[in-house]
Nanobody, 124 residues
């Protein structure tokens, strides 16, 4: 497994933008896809977005499509999530995940490596 560390969370006002970073401890040639999930208080973990490392193909949940952009820098072994037009409903702990056998799945059980998460709080 690869170690993942997220950063970039914080407290912002509604309508603001924020970028989350997820740095992998090493470049792993076997990683197929990486993804962002989030979990709000009292709610189940929710898929946000995924990207296939090889060619950058992306997949988004309907709730963030058009507002969030997932991207990656292979040379830096880093995953990004650019978020805009944030609302209070986006308040959650955001976690990144990496998987070797998965391809753009929204099933968290398919990802082997997880970060600790970073808190995003949006005030209305």
């Amino acid at each position: 497994q690869v170690q993942l560390v997220e950063s970039g969370g914080g407290l912002v006002q509604a309508g603001a933008s924020l970028r989350l970073d997820c740095v992998a401890s090493r470049r792993d040639q076997d990683i197929n896809s990486m993804a962002w999930f989030r979990q709000a208080p009292g709610k189940e973990r929710e898929f946000v977005a995924a990207i296939r490392f090889r060619d950058g193909t992306t997949h988004y949940s309907d709730s963030v499509k058009g507002r969030f952009t997932i991207s990656r820098d292979i040379t830096k072994a880093t995953l990004y999530l650019q978020m805009r037009d944030l609302t209070a409903d986006d308040t959650a702990v955001f976690s990144c995940a990496a998987g070797r056998g998965v391809i753009l799945t929204d099933d968290p059980n398919k990802y082997e490596s997880w970060g600790q998460g970073t808190q995003v709080t949006v005030s209305s």
